[in-house]
């Protein structure tokens, strides 16, 4: 049985450096998996480029011979087609759009310096089989990471404009930059008490490693005896998703497994299932979600899928209920314990009252359990988008000053 | 070889790349690939804006050319401009490996070598486990219409145990590289994999959470190493400086930057993961001492910083892969040794704590390093072992705080990660440094 795993990517990149455009990098890379499915082994090959099919399905039954196990059924039958596309961009235009941009930026905000990438991509995966199975997601995306650094600061950089959008959106790129100048532009206090708001993702990289089904099967995963348990607060929950909005979420696996629905791997607290490839569900009995990832030309291994909260219909301000909300924007270098204690350092954040920027902060470490903070200190995930372009999560930690 | 654009700078960089990759996973076989890939990245400069075009269509080079050239206007001065002035021309063939030894080693050998290293795995406290080869050969051709002509080789072998070890109910994870530039330097290296794999669950066992304060800390010679490249290796690298001029005044050479016996240097020509005999735009290799003797004394660069900053190219713009544009990144970086024995390096210490190793670090105004493994120093001893989730320290202020660097000194490069810089990550690189003492550490 032959299989075909192709991804096409085209991009356009362009480079700020001293709020000027420098640089206009154009991509596009066609790479073809080939795959051989063979008494439970699996053979496979890639091309980067052109070539012909003929010499990757050669290679790929050549491949055999390393027998790499894999006793597992191609999908079947099914043909889906999503296309998240609908601009096609030029370059010309988009460097006027850029260039109009920074003009402004220079005007508007002398005082600050902008650098970094703006990128304009567009994705096609194309899974195809012998089995009549023909999978293909198409999908674009505006990715700004605009860094900001103030003329008198020594540092490489402060702060960003980070965010992502399916459409080549100069109104966004200039609300997220005035949201985020604002807050640049008037240093504030570190208040005592205040509710962190963050990508969800910063205080949850360990559970979200956690929940692989590797880790859970193999019970080296914090949440290995905790399957069916209410561990975290009711209004938490994380969803494996390849809902239309999600960006860059393929609607199915490197195996060609279909996610249809939201999938919870947290379900109000309660931990309901792991992310898991054909061979883990196999292996450890779970059901399969479809988190198989690798390159256009391995063996399909379990990776980690599109995770997502869901919103708790509540805006931010909403959840700040009259608190002050410490926005953080730079956080690196943190990490979780192997008993799920998680602390990073902040090295840049802005406050707000869940409308406006009020100010930046000075540099902070937060702290916690992810039991807590996912727990009794969790507020929630919210419904709007006040900055990044993103929801964002509201939980308490303990914040300590730093020098 | 090609037919340049008129009145445009262009560089074409073309790469082909042959790697191994072998992974047994828990006793499964999870992949076993040999690939060669080959792919260009060409740059157009009009003198006012980069044109670049990564391409897999490397019989098509020319039309890509032609193409990218259309986006830019020609300009007559464009071989005048400090920039192309400042890209070196150089013609060389330097293959310093041996790639008919590389493709010869057998796929089997390999293999083997990926089971016996699997076969080291038997505590029982080991609940996931990888065994993983890798190789890779890369074969860079690198033409400017300066008139550079470049053939040059890098070539690496490593091979790796990652392992989850479960014990009191915690899960910790642990490594142990080893990395070559034959086959041959990956073989008899069972007792390192032992005993890391024994420390591992010795630590995992007895590791107590740390008491969270400040504490005078000592740092083991890979943890000095990433110290180097994250604390102070990236503020060096000058494509965050130019036209800024705070950051020039602030990093003005001749600066006392630390304490007086901290040395740090880059270098290309070093053998391992930070070998880079010439960059991406064809500047041959170079040493750059970056701070001396405490004060600052160089930077990393770029044609672009180096004519923007009027100092001298360092051989230090590097891209990850065919597909990126060079940027201006380190090589080989590492502290330079001082004069204590290690013994002396944790002498004075009533109570502090000693990183062994670390899962990862990163560096801006504040670094930060995630210990792997930590242990308390007590009177001068290595003591128990103790959970710290991170270390941080304002950097500047830091390279004060040094206060004892050993005569020992140790060269790594991790087998399977990078740097990461922006878009870009990982790009190999190498680092070192000696024990190194430094009070003021907040650890957590």
Redesign the interface.
């Known amino acids: 049985m032959k299989e075909k795993y192709k991804i096409k990517t085209e991009e356009y990149?362009f480079?700020i450096?001293?709020s000027q455009?420098?640089?206009?990098?154009?991509?596009?890379?066609?790479k073809t998996g080939y795959r051989i499915y063979e008494n439970n082994f699996l053979g496979?090959?890639?091309i980067?480029?052109?070539g012909s099919d003929e010499e990757g399905y050669r290679q790929a039954r050549e491949?055999l011979k390393?027998?790499?196990?894999y006793p597992f059924e191609p999908t079947k039958g099914i043909k889906k087609i999503r296309d998240l596309t609908s601009e096609k961009m030029n370059?010309k235009q988009m460097i006027e759009d850029l260039e109009a941009y920074l003009s402004e930026c220079r005007q508007l905000y002398p005082e600050f310096?902008f650098s970094?990438?703006v990128?304009w991509t567009v994705i096609t995966i194309e899974l195809t089989n012998e089995s009549g199975t023909q999978l293909i997601n198409s999908d674009q995306y505006l990715a700004a990471?605009i860094l900001l650094?103030h003329?008198?600061?020594?540092?490489?950089?402060e702060s960003a404009i980070e965010f992502a959008s399916r459409s080549w959106d100069m109104a966004l790129l200039r609300k997220e930059t005035k949201a985020m100048l604002t807050g640049m532009r008037t240093a504030a206090d570190l208040p005592e008490d205040a509710i962190i708001l963050t990508n969800w993702g910063l205080p949850a990289q360990k559970i979200i490693s956690d929940l692989s089904g590797?880790?859970m099967g193999?019970?080296?995963?914090?949440f290995k005896d905790k399957m069916g348990e209410q561990v975290f607060s009711p209004e938490f929950s994380l969803l494996q998703t390849s809902a239309d909005n999600q960006l860059m979420a393929p609607f199915f696996d490197a195996e060609g497994t279909i996610q249809e629905k939201d999938m919870p791997m947290i379900d109000q607290g309660r931990i309901v299932r792991c992310y898991t490839d054909k061979q883990c569900a196999e292996q450890f009995g779970y059901e399969c979600s479809g988190a198989a990832d690798g390159n256009y030309?391995?063996?399909p291994?379990l990776g980690c899928p599109n995770l997502d909260l869901r919103p708790n219909n509540k805006t931010v301000k909403e959840l700040l209920a009259g608190h002050l909300g410490i926005i953080i924007v730079?956080a690196?270098?943190?990490?979780?314990?192997?008993?799920g204690?998680?602390?990073?350092?902040v090295?840049y954040a802005l406050l707000t009252d869940g409308e406006r920027m009020l100010g930046h902060l000075p540099?902070f470490?937060i702290?916690g359990s992810i039991y807590d903070l996912f727990g009794k200190d969790y507020i929630g995930y919210s419904s709007d988008k006040l900055i990044f372009n993103q929801n964002l999560l509201a939980i308490r930690a303990k914040i300590q000053k730093?020098? | 070889m090609f037919n340049y654009p008129k009145n445009l700078y262009t560089d074409v960089r073309i790469e082909t790349v042959m790697t191994t990759n072998i992974v047994i996973e828990n006793d499964q076989l999870k992949a076993n690939k040999s690939k060669r890939e080959k792919g260009a990245l060409i740059r157009i400069y009009d003198g006012r804006r980069w044109y670049y075009k990564a391409s897999s269509e490397v019989e098509k080079l020319q039309e890509a050319i032609d193409e990218l050239a259309l986006m830019a206007e020609p300009n007559e001065q464009v071989m005048d401009t400090p920039v192309v002035k400042k890209l070196e021309v150089n013609k060389e063939t330097l293959m310093v490996f041996d790639g008919e030894a590389f493709l010869n080693v057998a796929n089997e050998e390999k293999m083997a070598l990926v089971k016996h290293c699997a076969s080291l795995i038997d505590a029982e406290e080991i609940k996931m486990w990888q065994s993983i080869y890798q190789d890779r050969r890369i074969v860079k051709d690198f033409y400017s219409s300066k008139g550079s002509e470049l053939h040059f080789d890098t070539q690496s072998y490593a091979m790796c145990l990652r392992y989850v070890i479960e014990a009191n109910g915690q899960s910790h994870g642990g490594s142990y590289d080893v990395m070559g530039q034959t086959f041959d330097q990956l073989l008899n290296h069972d007792d390192e994999y032992k005993r890391e794999i024994e420390k591992d669950i010795e630590y995992i066992k007895h590791a107590v959470p740390v008491k969270p304060g400040m504490y005078t800390v000592v740092m083991a010679p890979s943890v000095t190493g990433v110290f180097a490249h994250e604390s102070f290796g990236h503020k060096s690298e000058s494509d965050f400086m130019v036209g800024d001029e705070t950051m020039l005044k602030e990093w003005e050479l001749g600066r006392q930057v630390g304490c007086a016996d901290l040395s740090i240097e880059d270098r290309g020509d070093w053998f391992g993961n930070g070998y880079v005999p010439y960059d991406d735009e064809g500047t041959k290799a170079k040493s750059t001492q970056i701070i001396t003797d405490g004060i600052l004394s160089g930077r990393l660069h770029s044609a672009a910083t180096a004519a923007a900053l009027n100092e001298e190219v360092s051989g230090n713009a590097r891209a990850m892969n065919f597909q990126f544009e060079p940027l201006v990144r380190m090589t080989g970086t590492y502290i330079k040794p001082g004069k204590e024995t290690i013994e002396e390096v944790f002498a004075p210490i009533r109570e502090g704590v000693y990183i062994e190793c670390i899962n990862h670090g990163s560096g801006m105004s504040t670094f930060t390093i995630a210990p792997r493994r930590a242990y308390m120093i007590r009177d001068g001893k290595i003591a128990e072992p103790v959970q710290v989730s991170v270390i941080t320290g304002n950097v500047m202020e830091t390279l004060y705080h040094i206060e004892a660097l050993s005569a020992h000194f140790e060269a790594l490069s991790f087998a399977l990660g990078g740097c990461g810089k922006m878009e870009q990550w990982p790009l190999p690189v190498a680092f070192g440094g000696p024990y190194m003492r430094v009070s003021g550490i907040n650890v957590q």
């Open positions: 990149s480079n450096v001293q455009l420098e640089s206009v990098r154009c991509k596009n890379i066609e496979v090959s890639g980067l480029g052109e491949n390393l027998q790499i196990p370059p310096i970094n990438k990128n990471s650094k003329v008198d600061s020594a540092d490489i950089f590797k880790a193999y019970q080296t995963s914090l030309d391995d063996v291994t730079a690196s270098g943190g990490d979780t314990s192997p008993a204690n998680f602390a990073t350092p090295q540099e470490q702290s730093l020098n």
